[in-house]
């Protein structure tokens, strides 16, 4: 534990910076960091949603708005075959309501991997990142300018 927070501080990570999983064993290693003086913020997978009307818990809320970022291009995931699977895993019951997922203790193994994932985009200002981009590029990018056919010698551009 010394040694994580030695080379959090000597990296300047400040604890509020930390978001870390407060459930099962996590919530053990967060005592420890709050004991040794260094406590991260803690995030409760059980937890009360932003929206509970649409969804039964923090987890489902996360991996949610995560499933729309990647669906909309905002989110590229790595080459990762761990990641793959446990994504895989995250069913949930299309019958309920407020939206649940398939509970942690039904699946093969703990989702650690997918887990982080989805606590690294739960604070991401979500309305900025699937509001569709304004196209000023005609304006602001100056390849994207139009332009007479004769200053592009040998294009193929139709009008």
Known sequence: MEIVIQRLRRCAVDPDDCLSDDGGLGKIVNNQFDREGYALRRFDFNGTPQDPSLYENSRAEAYFKLADLV????????DDDVLREELAFCRYDVESSPLKLVPKKKLPRSPNRSDALAMLFWETDYAKLTAKPEDTSDITSPTRWRRERDEFAGSTWEE
């Open 71 to 78: 669906r909309l291009g905002r989110v590229s995931l790595p």
